[in-house]
């Protein structure tokens, strides 16, 4: 499938790019090629191929889930203009 310099002038403007016209005649090329060579690979025969995240069979190391540092925030509210229940109160701006 080869793409019209209509299609890639639409592509350059959604990608907010600003091609000369040397470059619309060179993306034209290339951007074909691509469309082709995904065309070409829908083309594989995929049937009982289990979908996959990762092409390696590996678990991702994962550090354990435990509290590293220290609650503070009664230390951090003490400067605050109002507090109550472990909330900051501000006033209301919208009636």
């Not at 109002?82 to 919208?94: A, F, N, R």
Request: charged residues 30%; aromatic residues 4%.
């Amino acid at each position: 499938m080869s793409l019209s310099k209509d299609q890639v002038q639409h592509i350059a403007k959604l990608a907010r790019l600003e091609l000369s016209e040397d470059e619309y005649a060179e993306s034209v090329k290339k951007l074909s090629k691509i469309v082709d060579f995904v065309d070409h690979l829908s083309e594989a025969d995929t049937e009982g191929v289990v979908p996959m995240a990762h092409p390696l069979d590996v678990a991702q190391r994962l550090r354990p889930d435990v509290v590293i540092e220290a609650n503070e925030r009664d230390h951090y509210q003490q400067n605050a203009a109002s507090v109550s229940g472990g909330l900051y109160l501000v006033p209301k701006v919208i009636e």
